[in-house]
């Protein structure tokens, strides 16, 4: 019981039965048909899945930015359903960083006002958030373009400050959907690499959907969609048995 | 835990940018409340103006109908615009949902800029407006003929701020606060 317990505590995203259905008209679209999934604190997860499996989907539901339709998911065991609007607001500020494909960077804000806008929302002072934001920037490699706005920006820098902002008040997990999707091979690397090293280092948790071949590498445990059903979980010591394949999972599996 | 808002200057300091950054957009939509009050307050003053002449008795009802007429002209003018700057905006609205922005963070966005923008175009609309109907008679009865209006100048000066700015507020912060509410994932899928 005891052990049972702490084994839990460590678990810190939790999926029960996760469905969600859209309706359109009257055609019903099964985004997710019953996804029951646990992520380690600390761990890199990647989600693989053809286009329209449902990755979004289940980053929506586990970063409580839409409510499942059936199932539930808990952040350190709190079921999120549970939570009011400001509660929520709350879990985003702190708990959560998120990262999209297509950046969603606040347009009319600088790469700096970008990083300490959740600061201030957590009340930090301004002098504090912009010392904190020159340090998360300097440390993604933008220390010479804090001024500048997202427009000003290349899209591989973007994500960057994407990537500082979503570390803005040191979130426990980091969300991540097809953070690699816009950007060119080298730079995909490259903030690949950046998620690892967050991951190595500072413990983040990373959930993170993904098209790119790329993200095996770095992930401990490969969680793989299709249909908005877990169609096979592989961890990283079955998949470094068959890394020679590794070419062919993209391909193959679906 | 509940997130608490931060300082009215960070909902301030984000309406300013916003109106700064989106000049031309933002250029439009002042434009529209100009308008519609510059023409409120320009048919109020000339019926102050005529009050006075008993021959103009029949023509001020006439323009009763046009007071209530560039009400609705105004209203109708104000709300499209302030609608359109709202639904662009759905994806940002989604966005700050996921910084840890709070819907009464957001919502007091569009307040404070739909309070500047409301504020700043009505008095130029209320000015304009009064100031040509003025000037008109002036060029055409000379300048006793203003002494009709009286004391009147102020009261529709002020109602034509007071009214344009109402209206800017409620056509914003009602499209404002449905968007608040609804989940930040429907708000980051509209893509204009
Ligand atoms: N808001 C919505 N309304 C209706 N249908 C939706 C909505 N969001 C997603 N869907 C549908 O749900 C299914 C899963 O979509 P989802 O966006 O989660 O896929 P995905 O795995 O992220 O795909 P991609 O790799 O292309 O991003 C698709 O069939 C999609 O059309
Ligand atoms: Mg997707």
Known sequence: MEASRALESELIVRTRGVKKTYHLGDEVVHALRGVSLDVQRGEYVSIMGPSGSGKSTLFNMVGGLDKPTEGSVYINEVDIAQLSPPELAYLRNRTIGYIFQ??????????????????????????????????????VGLGERLHHRPTELSGGQQQRVAIARALANDPAIILADEPTGNLDLKTGKEIIDLLRKLNEEMGVTIISATHDLKMLDVSDRIVYVRDGEIAKIETRAELDLQIGEVEGIGEEKW | MKQKDPPISVALKQAMKSIRMRMLRQFATAFGVLLGIAFYASVRTSLALSESDPEAVEGAVKLRWLVFLSLLMCLVGITNAMLMSVTERYKEIGTFKCLGATNSFIVKVFFLEALLIGVLSSTAGAFLGFGIMVAVRVFTDGASSLSALGSGSLPILLSAIGIGTLITILAAILPAIQAARMPAAAALRVEV
């Open chain 1, 102 to 139: 297509t950046f969603n960077l606040i347009q009319v804000r600088t790469a700096l006002e970008n990083v300490t806008l959740p600061m201030l929302f957590a009340g930090l002072s301004a002098d504090e958030a912009d010392e904190k934001g020159f340090l998360l920037l300097e440390s």
